[in-house]
């Protein structure tokens, strides 16, 4: 019964459309469906398109709708032009390893903040801090160190590097869903005799299950997508990512639009299907995290 | 007991690696700091120490304050429109059960695609020939001939926030959403009760209470905005000549193309001063606000 | 003020059936409670009365004016909520103000109800305080002079000192019934707590599962109950109830079980004389209506005592009879037998109600 009154009940927004009209309300509520809709998705169609337009057509005009046929030919050229398999699979690489160890270092961190205050005001503002620094502020000290490492145009340096860049994102993030868990259930763990490790792995990580998964999500993101570090960093296919390699369809040979579109699409679309799966968490991490300031 | 023992020096154990990693920042922040007062290039660090010499040089450096201008002017401009579309379309979409899922998708598609893959996109969007911005506007009259946006001195700057505003509307729209959802439900039965119509009911009722959350929006997004490199350069490379430029840009540009580290590294510390204190003014304006209206 | 009516009103949620056929009429002025457990349909009842929910069939009126089809600013109700529902970013002030500035009265007019209803519940020391940080006592008077500022046609009020602490909970109930009379208005209150309902209602609507089981004074409610439900919701301690069945034995007529035997006498039998049903029916008697007796008495019943609960100037007693059932009996303080010794009671007879087995309908009604 509980679950068909919520159904009946009348929100605050809907109460307020009944005054105007329902029927107006409704109207007003499917134009703003359809313009976000085509606001969000005319560019990305736009680049499907062009993805499968044959180059002539594309030099000619920028209609939205191929012409002259599909021409799945700049799908293949754009794993020729430049070593596109390279380029995600070193991303791949990069994003999981250095995803999985952010994880393993902010999750700790996260809890003893939450939990013991370690570091007091100080440590979260530094946290903070390393969030609002924009990259390009420690790209030359990462710059240099990685090079003095000796893992310039390494996968290895560029691990390193996301690592650093994203753990304070990370530590943030897990922030807010840690404090979700009532306090009294760990204390009933650690009367019962669980050590405060014990009480993190066994009772409070599976709790926040969902805020694992949406930072987990958002970190592998930014490290899938991370740019200046990894321009920097590498200057050859062999440790360059997705995202510089995207970069050099446009130095080399000339505007190829349809390969680019093409290429582009391969490091986009694995990101969407992972974000239309998870795409309750990833919502729930990012509003957590924004809105509570 | 076990226990006891480890227990005592867990929250510290814990925070072991966070520490590292801080010690690297700060050690990163001193290193930048002490590349700034030396003659630095990118072959030979510290080279010399010339005091604030760099520093100097940076107050005159018209292209810097340029940057600084641009970079300020680009972050609030987006800022704002997107916290205002977002907010809008989530006024309009909060009551929104059904499609709910949907929308919640596509909104995060432009977040979650690298920004040089949208930079690209909308390199191709712009583009005189195959974008069909152009292709568009001239079918409909609006134009005789094709814009070059991204050439041209005028319109690039705008281009370049249209697009970061495209891919970061959603963002603020999803945060506003989730505030509107987080509004309680029963003041607003109370409230129809009472007699009150639709927009009495927003005016009094619902802009106070989402008002806050805007406000966070705002300023979590402008800290963000005032980093944008990606997006200039992969649709400006800073250009044409330096309309683009922002301050981050610029830096790279000074760091990485001219090599210069030890002046780029003194850039960089005055840009970083200047986010800071626009971080704290904000903060505490924020402050302010929310302790007056108590 | 005016009168209510409900006429055969339905409220369903898709298959489910919150409100059945539910019809009542509550004059001007009067204090009308609806009582039940959860899920009864009170709540349906009252928000379908306020215009929160939609009416599936039927209608309502206020004193002429059909209101079925109105929403809820064109009713002139007004409803106090069970969780108070409070303007969260308003003070206690704009609060109670509110109905009044959306009717865009002028401001000194709102000025002096605002102070009227303030004072009428103490609270014009914390006029200027925001609702947030107010006990649950304060809220709720918020919330009742939101609700009496602009002395509305009807005033509902659902469950409003339900989330109170209980010993905050009678005082306020007190409060909250000289309040009301002195403000004279038409009350409709919804509560699931009996004792609230018997103490402060004129009339009262017992409701089970959708349906409207009796309505009366608290008065007939409490000694003619209309059946089973009705019988054992009200009342502390509870009515006692036993299985037994009629039984036509010497002449005259039995209630027999394995616990008692007991002859009806011309009153009772008069009572049930059209009755043709089934002879299995459960008895009914409250805790003050047995009394302890000899083993001679005539009529009486054998018990054994399971438990004494003393409870200063009386006691009640917890016995077992033969086939199990636990009596619940009031007894003076002075009678205090030992657990487990054997004792006999006495029903009376003018207050013992006979129900069918089968509907629980009170054939002595």
């Given at each position: 019964m509980a679950a068909t009154k919520k159904e009946s009940r009348i929100s605050g927004g809907e109460l307020a459309n009944r005054e105007r009209g329902r029927r107006a309300g409704k109207v007003v509520q499917i134009l703003a469906i359809i313009a976000f809709s085509v606001f969000i998705l005319l560019p990305l169609i736009f680049m499907v398109t062009t993805s499968i337009k044959q180059p002539i057509e594309i030099r000619e005009s920028g209609a939205l709708l191929p012409t002259r046929g599909v021409y799945l030919v700049n799908w293949v050229n754009a794993f020729i032009t430049e070593p596109l398999g390279m380029f995600l699979r070193n991303s791949t690489w990069v994003a999981v390893i250095s995803t999985l160890i952010v994880m393993l270092i902010a999750v700790p961190t996260s809890y003893s903040i939450v939990?013991?205050?370690?570091?007091?005001?100080a440590l979260p503002s530094l946290i903070l801090g390393g969030y609002v620094m924009p990259p390009i502020v420690v790209s030359i000290p990462i710059f240099m160190g990685i090079k003095s490492l000796g893992l310039a145009n390494t996968t290895t340096g560029l691990i390193i590097t996301h690592i650093i860049l994203n753990v304070t994102i990370a530590v943030f993030l897990l922030d807010s869903f840690i404090r979700t868990v009532p306090r009294e259930l760990e204390e009933a763990a650690w009367i019962d005799g669980y050590s405060r490790f014990d009480t993190l792995f066994k009772v409070v990580l599976p709790l926040i299950r969902n805020g694992l998964i949406a930072t987990g999500i958002i970190v592998l993101i930014l490290s899938w997508n991370e740019f200046l570090m990894a321009l920097l960093l590498t200057y050859d296919p062999s440790a360059q990512t997705f995202p510089v390699g995207i970069s050099r369809y446009q130095g080399q040979h000339g505007l190829q639009f349809g390969e680019m579109s093409a290429a582009a699409l391969t490091g986009i679309i694995p990101i969407y299907i992972l974000v239309f799966f998870f795409q309750r968490y990833v919502v729930a991490g990012l509003t957590r995290g924004g809105v509570k300031g | 007991m076990r226990r006891s023992s480890i227990d005592k020096h867990t929250p510290t154990l814990m925070i072991i690696p966070m520490l590292v990693i801080i010690v690297v920042f700060l050690g990163f922040l001193v290193y930048v700091l002490g590349l700034s007062v030396t003659n630095s290039t990118l072959a030979k660090p510290f080279n010399g120490f010339i005091g604030f010499a760099n520093y100097t040089k940076a107050f005159h450096d018209a292209i810097f304050g340029q940057s600084l201008k641009y970079m300020l002017i680009f972050a609030i401009v987006v800022t704002f429109v997107e916290t205002v579309l977002g907010f809008l379309f989530a006024l309009a979409l909060y009551t929104a059960v059904t499609s709910g899922r949907f929308i919640r998708t596509i909104a995060l598609l432009p977040l979650f695609a690298p920004a040089v893959a949208i930079g690209m996109l909308w390199k191709l969007v712009y583009d005189p020939g195959s974008g069909f911005l152009n292709h568009y506007l001239l079918q409909l009259g609006i134009i005789q001939d094709p814009i070059g946006f991204l050439g041209n001195s005028k319109y690039a700057m705008a281009a370049v926030m249209a697009a970061d505003i495209w891919q970061w509307t959603p963002f603020c729209f999803l945060l506003c959403l989730a505030a509107f959802q987080s509004l309680p439900h029963d003041p607003y039965e109370a409230a129809a009760v009472d007699g009150a119509s639709g927009w009495q009911v927003f005016r009094r009722l619902t802009m106070p209470l989402v008002f806050p959350a805007v406000i966070i929006v705002f300023l979590f997004r402008l800290l963000m905005a005032l980093k944008v490199f990606d997006l200039v350069f992969m649709l400006t490379y800073g250009g044409p000549g330096t309309s683009t430029q922002v301050a981050s840009f610029y830096i790279y540009k000074v760091a990485f193309t001219t090599f210069k580290t030890g002046y780029a590294a003194s850039l960089t510390v005055l840009t970083m001063l200047m986010i800071a204190a626009i971080a704290t003014v904000l903060t505490l304006g924020r402050t302010y606000y929310m302790n007056r209206t108590k | 003020m005016a009168s209510l009516e409900l006429k055969n009103v339905w409220k369903k949620y898709g298959d489910v059936v919150a409100c059945q056929d539910v019809s009542w009429r509550c004059e001007d002025g009067e204090f009308f409670s609806l009582l039940g457990p959860s899920g009864c349909g009170k709540s349906s009842s009252m928000r379908m009365i306020a215009g929160l929910e939609e009416i599936t069939e039927g209608e309502i009126f206020f004193g002429d004016r059909n209101v079925t089809k109105l929403p809820p600013r064109d009713r002139n109700v007004a409803l106090v909520f069970e969780n108070w529902a409070?303007?969260?970013?308003?003070t206690v002030y704009d609060n109670i103000a509110f109905p009044l500035w959306v009717r865009e009265m002028p401001k000194d007019e709102i000025e002096k109800k605002v102070q009227w209803a303030a004072k009428f519940l103490d609270l014009t020391g914390i006029?200027?305080?925001?609702?947030?940080?107010?006990?649950g006592g304060q809220q709720q008077r918020v919330s009742i002079g939101r609700a009496i500022v602009r002395q509305p046609e009807v005033l509902l009020m659902d469950?409003?000192?339900?989330?109170?602490?209980a010993s905050l909970r009678t005082r306020m109930r007190e409060e909250l019934e000289s309040m009301l009379r002195k403000l004279g208005a038409t009350t409709i209150y919804v509560t699931h707590d009996q004792v609230e309902s018997m103490a402060m209602a004129d009339r009262i609507a017992v409701m089970d599962k959708g349906l409207i089981q009796q309505i009366g004074t608290p008065k007939e409610i409490y000694s003619h109950p209309y059946n089973e439900f009705v019988a054992g919701f009200i009342g502390e301690p509870p009515m006692n109830f036993a299985k037994c069945e009629l039984i036509k034995a010497n002449g005259s007529l039995h209630l027999k079980s394995e616990s008692f035997d007991v002859q009806l006498n011309q009153v009772e039998i008069d009572k049930i004389a059209k009755y043709k049903g089934k002879p299995q029916v459960n008895i009914g008697i409250r805790p003050e209506d047995v009394s302890v007796c000899s083993a001679s008495t005539k009529n009486s019943v054998g018990v054994k005592v399971e438990f004494v609960e003393v409870q200063g100037e009386r006691n009640i007693l917890t016995l077992a009879l033969a086939a199990g059932e636990n009596f619940l009996v009031i007894v003076t303080s002075d009678i205090k037998p030992e657990v487990g010794s054997s004792i006999h009671v006495l029903f009376d007879q003018t207050h013992l109600h006979i129900f069918e087995a089968e509907n629980g309908l009170n054939l002595t009604y």
């Open positions: 939990r013991f205050s370690t570091g007091g005001n | - | 409070l303007y969260p970013n308003m006029l200027n305080y925001n609702v947030k940080g107010l006990s469950e409003p000192i339900s989330h109170l602490d």
